[in-house]
């Protein structure tokens, strides 16, 4: 497989979408964005996700050439309508006015409609904490998850995203989980790959346990902590898509083909600005970092993320030998 | 067992913490609290929680007499000293000033340190739902969830609630939920009543898997959803106490015995007002709860606790024989 550095990789997936009908900031804004999931070791939303991307730049699914609307309807909300362009650009456009705005006010809701993918939840969050913010992200999908009880998805896989900064030099502590027991993008890659699935990952479109990816795929995810875990689902589907004003899972068109309308998703975030409630707080959140590592057989969330980052950035990233050639094709053929 | 309609439970609550050293105006603020999750089958935040509450006022480790200090010190952020005071009328008093500021700034965070119990989460939400708005709300208590892979507990159970109102008649939509597999509480009972509790609830103090409720209350509870869900508990420390300037699960004492100092646990609330983002929330809310119940085998979140509370209101709530006669004693004999 070749083996390109993290810069190369920008460039590539750039050049990939400036082809497919897309501005070069909005082909900046995505390509950050998927190589630094590459980089994390998050190789189900990184470059892999490039050519469905590119085919929805093509088809019109996805708006290249949108510039996000920023607005500030209250002091301390942010809205933002993506305009059926991708969800990194606008979601970055909303962060970067949240974080003028929580200085004055101790903390902001961005509401992003009309969105696309937002990629690894933690992307996002982890920018706002790099700034000593703490920020919280709810983001939905098309549906791969069912409610408790039922046999039919109608929410996504919901990420929930938490990032704060710590009283440490390095990279924020960084918590970004999905509600289904596994990312819809393992799935998706295995299914791609012809591989077979854990048990307990997904049931069929029947509602039978499978091991079949591309059964899973067709069928619902089982959500992390049972019944629990779809009543988060639930919450995250109501603050990321009713409140944003955006579509439900169910309602949502796929985000890996080049057909039907736009997904127009949703993502709502909240950025504190801990220094509002007192001194210390990264100092504190230390402690308990501290407190956590002393335990054997520990590690923080996020700790191989930024293990895999340190070797990506000293050695680049390994791309499947497929997926490459596409690229260099969509690119024009340039290396 | 006796049965009590719930104005008897709200006096007779109130009369045991006033003759416990605590105004009436605080008497007043946790019977109410108590006497709700009574209505709501929630036994385990119910008046089972008075006798040590009452125990812990006498002995200072609670004061009764305090009065929550609600600061403003941004526009969209609240702060609350419960100066070592029930966590209650502190949370109530944060929440009243954050449902005043919320209309003029689209979102506001309130803090609440120096705490105690908050009880049955889903409470304090349900009230800001009950107004239009949507509430999330991240509290600690004393530890008893380890960190994925260790043997010590540093987390509380640290429940999540979120609620929203709904666009049909009657109760908002409420959800609840401790990210220990169960709550303490239901522990805390069966150890009380000398029962048993089911295998994957809790481990013991040397780390090995128990159903002695006993030994499970001197080990470390499971988290729902295993590595995530300690990853969450860890997101619910940083904001409940890292961010309100209280202490961590482990730094905390008990709830249920009258020594030691103060717990000084923290609650951090988001409350948010959907108008703020456009028209339609509520209804918008109702379409996705009326697509998760045409599917057979589902029920929505928190719809048991509605049952339990219809009914509570009807034909009272039955109290257990001991805790009682231990009430009645405590309040002076009055019945």
Chains 1, 2 share one sequence.
């Not at 993290?6 to 009908?21: F, I, P, S, T």
């Not at 970067?96 to 690894?120: F, I, P």
């Not at 929930?160 to 710590?166: D, G, L, N, Q």
Request: a neutral charge; aromatic letters at 6%; glycine letters at 12%.
């Amino acid at each position: 497989m070749p083996i390109l550095n993290l810069d190369e990789m920008r460039g590539l997936a750039e050049r990939v979408l400036v082809a497919a009908k897309t501005s070069p900031e909005n082909a900046a804004s995505v390509a950050q964005a998927l190589v630094a999931a590459d980089a994390d070791g998050l190789a189900s939303h990184g470059l892999s996700r490039l050519p469905a991307f590119a085919d929805q730049a093509v088809s019109g699914k996805v708006d290249g050439f949108a510039v996000p609307e920023v607005t500030r309807p209250k002091p301390a909300a942010v809205r933002v309508d993506a305009r059926s362009g991708f969800g990194f650009p606008a979601i970055a456009a909303g962060l970067a006015e949240a974080q003028k705005a929580v200085r004055e006010t101790g903390v902001v809701a961005v509401a992003v409609g009309r969105s696309h993918q937002s990629g690894a939840a933690g992307f996002h969050v982890e920018r706002m904490a790099e700034k000593g913010l703490v920020a919280l992200s709810f983001n939905n999908s098309p549906a791969g998850l069912g409610p408790w009880g039922g046999n039919r998805a109608l929410y996504g896989t919901n990420p929930i995203a938490f990032a704060c900064p710590r009283g440490s030099p390095g990279a924020p502590l960084v918590i970004d989980l999905s509600l289904s027991k596994v990312a819809r993008g393992k799935i998706k890659l295995a299914a791609d790959q012809g591989e077979p699935i854990p048990a307990g990952w997904a049931v069929d479109k029947d509602g039978n346990p499978t091991t079949d990816a591309k059964a899973a795929m067709a069928g619902t995810m089982l959500p992390m902590g049972d019944a629990k875990g779809a009543a988060l689902a639930l919450a995250v589907e109501i603050l990321s898509a009713a409140l944003t004003g955006s579509n439900f899972g169910f309602e949502a068109s796929s985000f890996f083909t080049a057909e039907g309308p736009p997904p127009h998703v949703g993502q709502f975030f909240l950025v504190i600005d801990p220094a509002t409630f007192g001194d210390g707080f990264a100092e504190r959140v230390e402690g308990l970092l501290q407190a956590i590592l002393v335990q054997p057989g520990t590690r923080l969330p996020g700790q191989r993320r930024l293990e895999n980052r340190e070797r990506a950035q000293a050695q680049g990233v390994e791309i499947p030998d497929t997926l490459y050639q596409d690229l260099i094709r969509r690119a024009g053929g340039q290396a």
